[in-house]
């Protein structure tokens, strides 16, 4: 969109006829969430980016699209055009749009309307979309492919409590696609946003953050059930990637990569057959039997690396020597744009998918790594929670709370830190008090006493993260087991309600609230009694099982024999005082 915004034409024309402010969507979601849907609204068209929204003189969005040219191409007006029509459109009708504002603000209340369900079934759900996806290429069927991660974590979850192969197959199908073509860096790791074919060997080029934590955390756990080494390769080639290459000067993780370098969209990643037979030499035939290369290329004459198998055990030392060799050279390309601003949604989230990866990888260096982090995020944070920092802060919002908590609760169950589920406590009790809507029963991505837009951002989608309305029902759960605390269950019951009175319209986007409503039905919590010692070898063996699932609990005395209580809703083991004896109630009662 470069070349539309940075026309000086159209730059003329906006600054005559419009008072224009230019929004980074990360920086401020709640404005992104409510102009996505006011354009659904108004136009009936599919949001994206970049977004351009008319607003009348109250701040009410009237009209806006997605991208528009300089010059228009297929049937797409050019900007120049559509500034034009719009001034003229809102001079001559003035008072009639400014009369539609009501309407709009009716359709928003109605956008969360709720049944009367107050419980329901919620594996038929998964049922249910299993008939949108696409089995040979994962995600869903058509293009552009995104990988929809809050959908394939929850099947995953799915499997792993009912061991239906039809949950799992997804799963398998879309990470092997994943690790495979074009969309996965296979020099540096990590993956692209998404890809514009619906075999994702084309990509989008521009690099998230968000995606590569979602990615990452799916590839965890599936190496963790399946012990398949093609997929514990890429993920810690992934996880180094976002270490080594995200990292800005504050050693806090950055937001994203441009798509571009030089103004050529892949220019930076893509290969002529040429160059890599002058590079790799003697290699070259090794290297073309593994990656599909050719002298007419898959991507305007050059190549995007894609793999013709997955890659054997047999080839994986020779080729990482080669990928070094690549590496090198693509290191004196000038590299994308990386836009290094970090926000404590995301740097909560990776650190949290991170230390969970140390557990499942028994990786000391990694979770030591991952705590100095946590340490400078924590110090970022110490006097209030903002959302982001780069020359200035910017307010906070939900997620960022959310977060933040999942991350100090996190720690307290791997390490039992006591401090930090003090810390998780105190920010879900400012959650509540910040966010929580008493009218609608959901929390609104702003501070609700602070809120300057013309309806309130109450946003049930997964979207580019999973919800931050499931993320605190999931801490919550957690916390009413740590602590018994009442306050706990009433705010889950709360919220119970709410996502079962709204998940029937929108269930394809809501998958993260349908696992977590499971977790909740399912409550599971090991209670573990003794020294930190001596309770070693339950948190091992425990953790990279069900990290995530189950709630750990920690009554630490000395003085204690080592053993566990595990505990599903109400009905709770004796202590098991060994491993064996732990797995065997597991088997017989959950």
Known sequence: AHESFENEETAKLMNEKFINIKVDREERPDLDYVFQKS????????????????????GVPFTGGTYFPPKEIQGRPDFKKVLNNVHSVYNENREKILSQAPQVKEIFSKINQRSAVLNQPLEPFVEKIINYLDEKNGSFKGAPKFPQFYLFDAMFYFYLKTDKENYLKPVETLLSNLCSKGIYDHIDGGISRYAVDEKWIIPHFEKM???NIQFIDLLTKFYQKTKNNYFKNKLLQSINFLNKEFKNSENLYGSAFDADSEGIEGKYYIWSYQELKNILEEDFKFFENIYDISETGNFEGNNILVEKKLISNDNEYKLNQLKVKLADVRKKRIKPF?????????????????????????DEKLKNETIETIKVLNQKLSKKIIHCYENKEIETFLEDYVYYALLMVTIYEINADNNSLD????????AWELFFNKETELFQKNIVKDNDLFVSPLDLNDSNIPNGNSIFLLISNKLYSITNDKIWFDRNEILKKSFHQVINSYYSQMFSFIKTLDICDNNLSFTFNGSKDAIKEFQNYLQKEYLGIATFVYQLNNDAKPNVIVCKNQTCSNKLSSINEVVEYLRKSV
Do not use: H, R
């Open 209 to 211: 953050l968000y995606d």
């Open 39 to 58: 354009l659904s609204i108004l136009t009936g068209a599919q949001g994206g980016w970049p977004l351009s929204m008319f607003l009348d003189e109250n």
């Open 423 to 430: 810390k998780s406590i105190q920010i879900m009790n400012d």
């Open 338 to 362: 990386f836009d290094d601003k970090s926000q404590t949604d995301l740097n909560s989230y990776i650190l949290q998918v991170l230390l969970k990866a140390s557990v499942n990888l028994n």
